[in-house]
T-cell receptor, first 115, second 114 residues
Framework: NAGVTQTPKFQVLKTGQSMTLQCAQDMNHEYMSWYRQDPGMGLRLIHYSVGAGITDQGEVPNGYNVSRSTTEDFPLRLLSAAPSQTSVYFC??????????????FGQGTRLTVV | AQSVSQHNHHVILSEAASLELGCNYSYGGTVNLFWYVQYPGQHLQLLLKYFSGDPLVKGIKGFEAEFIKSKFSFNLRKPSVQWSDTAEYFCAVNARGNTGKLIFGQGTTLQVKP
């Protein structure tokens, strides 16, 4: 049981390049999310999904696209990378237990540098 | 919209000192509340969570938090910190019924001196 797997772990991009950060979970969780972590800013929600085929914007969606064609995968696409997108990106999956709050599981993160 | 504010950005303590990290949230409806910890180089791990019932919740590693509804607060406490508690701590809120949308505070870096 791998949990939430993010690839790659590290990436350097040139300004204007595009790329996709991969996120896969093997826990059959309905909900998946992408966050970016910047010093002094905490984690900010980029996009999230409440199930296959359904996505919504978070706090900082500009410059990023997502899709959710399967329950397992939730890729994050940078359309035209900018230095302001240099950050550590975390993917999370979560589920709602029968009783209690949702439980979230986080991936190991992708450290992205845009030069 | 929900928002979360953590008052302390950087806290330095000696081992055995007591810890209290402040967290206030802004949201008019019912929320679930969480504290996460991130050890250096690692991903986030759940420390504790509040859903309903007793406002004093206990988590892992001796941490506890108290939900005060009238103050919109969910402060994290530990009576005696250890060097291994050195980490970044995040408070987060999730509006009830909006699973998957966690809103985080800015984080507090805790440094415990041996």
């Amino acid at each position: 049981n791998a949990g939430v797997t993010q690839t790659p772990k590290f990436q350097v991009l040139k300004t204007g390049q595009s790329m996709t950060l991969q996120c896969a979970q093997d826990m059959n969780h309905e909900y998946m999310s992408w966050y970016r972590q910047d010093p002094g800013m905490g984690l900010r929600l980029i996009h999230y999904s409440v199930g296959a085929g359904i996505t919504d914007q978070g706090e900082v969606p500009n410059g990023y696209n997502v899709s959710r064609s399967t329950t397992e995968d939730f890729p994050l696409r940078l359309l035209s990378a900018a230095p302001s997108q240099t950050s550590v990106y975390f993917c999370a999956s979560s589920f709602l237990p029968g009783q209690g709050p949702p439980e979230a599981f986080f991936g190991q993160g992708t450290r992205l540098t845009v030069v | 919209a929900q928002s979360v504010s953590q008052h302390n950005h950087h806290v330095i303590l000696s081992e055995a000192a007591s810890l209290e990290l402040g967290c206030n949230y802004s949201y008019g409806g019912t929320v679930n509340l969480f504290w996460y910890v991130q050890y250096p180089g690692q991903h986030l791990q759940l420390l504790l969570k509040y859903f309903s019932g007793d406002p004093l919740v206990k988590g892992i590693k001796g941490f506890e938090a108290e939900f005060i509804k009238s103050k919109f607060s969910f402060n994290l406490r530990k009576p005696s910190v250890q060097w291994s508690d050195t980490a970044e701590y995040f408070c987060a809120v999730n509006a009830r019924g909006n699973t998957g949308k966690l809103i985080f505070g800015q984080g507090t870096t805790l440094q415990v001196k041996p």
